[in-house]
């Protein structure tokens, strides 16, 4: 492996643990522990994590605040040079708000089998019918990602 992958995956793995603190944020207000984080460069210019519960709002997903956030950085809504990590498969409304904001990179912790969009039910991120395609990199940090889902749910039942 070249040195260049393997900056890649410590990269990978460093902002998904930043996506992995903003998870456990969502726990404070008992919703579901997803987090996000938008990096351009190296610096982290957007943070979100799952706040429905406390916002009663459907649409207060991780990745949309995240999204957000880093546009309101920006200034503009392109969030061109920009990776979103996210600590689940991304569901089809932020799905297609990764495209719309034309991401160049989305990476994801754990896959979603009830509601995913980006490989377990849909494919919305590399869909050759839309105007933009986001390369996409999961199971990174899989196991950590999905044990803080599951310890969630158990705590529910």
Not at 10 to 35: I, K, N, T
Not at 79 to 94: A, K, Q, R, S, W
Not at 106 to 128: E, H, I, N, Q, R
């Amino acid at each position: 492996m070249d040195r260049r992958v393997d900056l890649e995956i410590y990269d990978d793995e460093y902002y998904m643990r930043q996506a992995l603190a903003e998870a456990r944020a969502a726990l404070e207000h008992d919703d579901v522990p997803v987090g996000a984080v938008v990096v351009r460069g190296s610096r982290i210019i957007g943070r979100g994590h799952n706040q429905r519960e406390q916002l009663a709002d459907p649409t207060a997903h991780a990745e949309m605040i995240a999204l957000t956030a880093a546009a309101e950085h920006l200034r503009q809504w392109r969030l061109e040079n920009c990776t979103l990590y996210v600590t689940l498969e991304p569901c089809t409304m932020c799905a297609g708000a990764i495209v719309l904001a034309r991401l160049p990179r989305l990476v994801f912790g754990t896959d979603d089998p009830k509601a995913g969009a980006c490989g377990s039910l849909y494919t919305v991120c590399d869909d050759p019918r839309l105007n933009h395609q986001v390369p996409t990199t999961g199971n990174v940090l899989a196991h950590e990602c999905a044990e803080l889902l599951r310890e969630f749910f158990a705590k529910k039942r």
